[in-house]
């Protein structure tokens, strides 16, 4: 079976099990993480680091990272890359040392496409609308993905030519947000790609611990990539602050009585050494 019909059956599979149809997608991280159980982090990291998938063998624990970037779309597309990873169980592999594209990379990114825009998703958005740029505009801003990527998914639901997905495939996503008038959404996508994003059971175990006094603000702050004070104001607004702390004092008449012998105690240990 090729790398392509494996992602593409398998991003099927995900779908269908979770039932999330043909729509498009909303929040990808959300989407993972309630679906899986996975954590998953958007981090600082080297320009040249798009995501990866770690797991500890030991806790059978699995954890997904991506990079802040302003490419909203190719954020999701890494998402959902590592995501079949996870799906196909390609940290099993051996790390790839030739020079061609290994064949569960190829997978990868074939099961990323199909889960984002599925062919069926796109014949139900498009219907019978004629194939021009208003059609590619829309599959982008409403599945979230680049311009090659719905280009693909378009030419494989039949609704444009081998010559057509070419010639779109080179448009980038602020070129068509800019000619359809969705720029400000697409700087709202952006905005949300360049944030740090802590994964969310972690963050709530931390404000639970925040609320019993065990972690700190600044645990917190840190978690999410602001100040101290800050966090603490923001979530005091939202009703969240530490249980207040009653200490209970013992009565001094219910202490036990403390009985000292003074026998041992050596006299001479008074006198003066120089008299």
Partial sequence: MSAETEGREAAAVFRRDHSLGTQPLGDLIALIEQTTGIDVAV????????????????????????????????????????????????????????????????RADAFARHLLIPADGVKQLVGERPADLGMLSACVQLFGVSPAVAAIAMHNAGRIDSATKDQWKAMTTPQVAARFGWSDHYETLQAQSDTRRAPQKLLARAVDGYIENV????????????????????????????????????????????EVDFSDWDDEGDEDPAG
């Fill in 215 to 258: 972690v700190s603000a600044q645990t917190l702050a840190t978690l999410r990539g602001m100040a101290a004070d800050d966090i603490v104001h923001s979530l005091s607004e939202d009703g969240i602050t530490p249980r207040s702390q009653e200490v209970a004092w013992t009565p001094a008449a219910a202490l036990p009585a403390v």
């Fill in 43 to 106: 981090l600082d990291v080297g320009p040249d680091e798009h995501g990866l998938t770690m797991r500890d063998r030991t806790r059978s624990a699995v954890f997904i990272a991506v990079a802040r970037t302003k490419h909203p779309m190719r954020q999701r597309s890494t998402l959902a890359h590592e995501l079949a990873h996870v799906v196909f169980e390609d940290w099993a592999d051996d790390p790839h040392t030739g020079t061609a594209r290994p064949h569960h990379e190829i």
